[in-house]
């Protein structure tokens, strides 16, 4: 079966440092991948998506970047950190364009 | 542009039926997705529509009407554990893209 593994949990970190959050998928060939930004109380905010190794597509400009080395991981960074990207980052997956997303269990990150 | 509508909060008893509503326009459809969202979690898929009509899943039906845009989640026999929050999303165009509203907290009561 497929899995999705997103880590670290949660996270605190000092305004002006340096972000990554990794996500891998299990089970699964050549997925399509997504990072999505929910704020408290609020919907789901699609950051990037990626359809294979290296093509990454940006839906809103921030200081945010997206890569994926390999097939089945997802990465998303930042150089430095402002306390407006504090959120709930979901890892997504999908097996092709009109079915479900599964989700990863999410990271909380706080910039302080 | 892409905008999708359900209300912010709603209460129901357990044991009731309750029907979510959403209304959407997007630019592009491949589908309509429903998810629930527990608070703190991630959220999990319930359901998907894509052609008009009723698709009912246990206690969960969902609805669609393309041309009007519109689609409902109900939820019958309530639970306590049906509390969460209720994302609609549409599937954009050349569906690699989900966009999503920004939910619908059901409070359920004893």
């Known amino acids: 079966s497929q899995t999705i593994h997103q880590w670290p949990a949660t996270l605190v970190q000092p305004v002006g440092s340096p972000l990554s959050l990794e996500c891998t998928v299990e089970g699964t060939s050549n997925p399509n991948l997504y990072w999505y930004r929910q704020a408290a109380g609020r919907g789901l905010q699609l950051l990037f998506y990626?359809?294979?190794?290296?093509?990454i597509s940006s839906e809103v400009p921030q200081n945010l970047s997206a890569s994926r080395p390999q097939d089945r991981q997802f990465i998303l960074s930042s150089k430095k950190l402002l306390l407006s990207d504090s959120g709930f980052y979901l890892c997504?997956?999908?097996?092709?364009?009109?079915?479900?997303?599964?989700f990863g269990q999410g990271t909380r990150l706080t910039v302080v | 542009g892409q905008n999708i509508d359900q209300p912010t909060e709603m209460t129901a008893t357990e044991g009731a039926i309750v029907q979510i509503n959403c209304t959407y326009q997007t630019s592009g459809f491949n589908g309509l997705f429903w998810y629930q969202q527990h608070a703190g979690e991630a959220p999990t898929f319930l359901s998907y529509n894509v052609l008009d009509g009723l698709e009912e899943k246990g206690r969960f039906s969902s609805f669609l009407s393309r041309s009007k845009g519109y689609s409902y989640l109900l939820l019958k026999e309530l639970q306590m554990k049906d509390s969460a929050s209720y994302l609609c999303?549409?599937?954009?165009?050349?569906?690699?893209?989900?966009?999503f509203g920004a939910g619908t907290r059901l409070f359920v009561k004893a």
């Open positions: 997504a997956w999908k097996a092709g364009t009109n079915t479900e997303a599964f």
């Open positions: 999303a549409v599937g954009g165009a050349g569906g690699f893209k989900t966009i």
């Open positions: 990626s359809v294979g190794i290296g093509q």
